[in-house]
């Protein structure tokens, strides 16, 4: 079956840097997003990495291990802005998102 | 580029009433669009993926005589849920897919079914 997985809620301290890990099992692969969402909006997009390694975007930065079916987003120099959910979701052979549950971030001063 | 719009953002109906969602691409031909349910602190439950001028493919358990899928053009779909209850009380958003690898969302409709 297809799956993805991540942590449910995670806690960090302003300024500080925060990884949030996904792991995926899908039937194909074409590509892994990051979304972020705030309570009561849509998603908006953050990442997209389809080759292994690290894509760095500003603050954020996305990695990928096609091999080990596994991607992280990391969040550099907190901001309370940052509070949100971080979606995690697989492009599947047919380019079909699988989502995961999202991961609660909370930030705290 | 790739904005899509959703209207209504809020929609209050009564029971056994019929509310209507649009989604629109304003600046590229959305081929395929994808509507989403989710649920408080829940994550996007596929509901159904439309292509323009075919009928709306439908995932398993979501009943297509309830929520009406059509995408008569390239630029508009629209979600249809019909004789509304408490239970369909949830937020509704699209996505259209702009190439191969890029999907789009609408800011999405909270529906609140009284």
């Known amino acids: 079956g297809q799956n993805i997985d991540q942590p449910t809620e995670m806690t960090a301290t302003e300024g500080a840097i925060v990884q949030i890990n996904c792991t995926y099992q899908?039937?194909?692969?074409?590509?892994l997003f990051w979304y972020q969402q705030h309570a009561g909006e849509a998603p908006t997009f953050l990442s997209y990495?389809?080759l292994d390694g690290l894509e760095e975007k500003g603050r954020f930065s996305s990695f990928l291990s096609r091999s080990k079916g596994y991607s992280y987003l990391l969040l550099k120099e907190l901001q309370m802005k940052d509070s949100a959910s971080y979606l995690c979701?697989?492009?599947?052979?047919?380019?079909?998102?699988?989502w995961g549950a999202g991961t609660k971030l909370i930030i705290k001063p | 580029g790739a904005v899509v719009s959703q209207h209504p953002s809020r929609v209050i109906c009564k029971s056994g009433t019929s509310v209507k969602i649009e989604c629109r691409s304003l600046?590229?031909?959305?081929?395929?669009m994808f509507w989403y349910r989710q649920f408080p602190k829940k994550s996007l439950m596929l509901m159904a993926t439309?292509?323009?001028?075919?009928?709306?493919?439908?995932e398993q358990g979501v009943e297509k005589d309830k929520f009406l899928i059509n995408h008569a053009s390239l630029t508009l779909s629209t979600l249809t849920v019909t004789s509304a209850h408490p239970e369909d009380s949830s937020f509704y958003i699209c996505?259209?897919?702009?190439?191969?690898?890029?999907?789009?969302f609408g800011s999405g409709t909270r529906l609140t079914v009284v």
């Open positions: 996505s259209a897919k702009y190439r191969d690898w890029g999907y789009t």
């Open positions: 600046d590229f031909q959305a081929t395929t």
């Open positions: 439309s292509n323009e001028g075919s009928k709306a493919t439908y």
């Open positions: 899908t039937s194909g692969f074409n590509g």
């Open positions: 990495n389809v």
């Open positions: 979701a697989a492009s599947d052979s047919n380019y079909q998102l699988i």
